[in-house]
């Protein structure tokens, strides 16, 4: 069973901070993507990457960096975080284009 | 741009009944639907998907129809229980061009028992 595990359940922040969210996924998936969930928005997705060390923006990256040093791992970095980036954050792998998408339990944060 | 939109937002239902879910996507160049159900503190998980070749698929009490024509998909969960109850979203996903997945705004499912 594909494995996709978010660091953090819950984090609290400052705004100015510099936050890192990670995901690790254990089934050498090439794809991975970052996701934030907002009640009545669905899943919009922030950065996506197909391969190691590779990354391309998605619909909404303002505010957001990340990185993918390890084909198992893609960080999610705000770099000054704000207060409208309070959400609830899901990581997600897959193998190739052709299969579905594994989501981890989410991160939510909370920005004060 | 493309976008998925989602239908109800919120549908409530008796034990028993059925209940349907429509999206429309936009990219005529998407030929993979998923389906997702996310119960309350838990991640979104699949729970049946459909590919463009294909009109309709059924797994027990689920069935997702496909009209590409009109680009429209649904899901059907027939006999529903109080454990359907959860938030349901659909996706589409390109064919070229990043596959990249767009994924609806969800519906809210309540089963009454």
């Known amino acids: 069973d594909v494995k996709v595990t978010q660091s953090s359940r819950y984090l609290v922040k400052r705004t100015g901070e510099k936050v890192f969210l990670e995901c690790v996924q254990d089934?050498?998936?090439?794809?991975m993507f970052w996701y934030r969930q907002d009640p009545g928005l669905g899943l919009r997705l922030i950065y996506f990457s197909y391969d190691v060390k590779m990354k391309e923006k998605g619909d909404i990256p303002e505010g957001y960096s990340v990185s993918r040093e390890k084909k198992e791992r893609f960080s999610l970095i705000l770099e000054s975080a704000s207060t409208n980036q309070t959400s609830m954050y899901l990581c997600?792998?897959?193998?190739?284009?052709?299969?579905?998408?594994?989501f981890g339990d989410g991160t939510r944060l909370s920005i004060l | 741009g493309e976008n998925v939109e989602q239908h109800p937002s919120t549908l409530s239902v008796q034990e028993g009944d059925s209940a349907v879910i429509k999206c429309t996507y936009s990219d005529s160049a998407s030929n993979y639907f998923p389906w997702y159900k996310q119960e309350l503190g838990k991640r979104p998980q699949l729970i049946i998907d459909i590919r463009s070749n294909v009109g309709e698929k059924k797994d027990q009490r689920i069935a997702v129809t496909l009209n590409k024509t009109a680009k429209h998909f649904s899901l059907h969960i027939t006999e529903t229980q109080p454990e359907d109850s959860a938030v349901y979203f659909c996706?589409?996903?390109?064919?070229?061009?990043?596959?990249?997945?767009?994924f609806g705004a969800g519906t809210r499912l309540f089963v009454k028992a």
């Open positions: 996706a589409a996903r390109r064919n070229t061009g990043g596959f990249k997945t767009i």
């Open positions: 089934m050498d998936h090439e794809n």
């Open positions: 997600a792998s897959r193998s190739d284009p052709n299969q579905p998408q594994h």
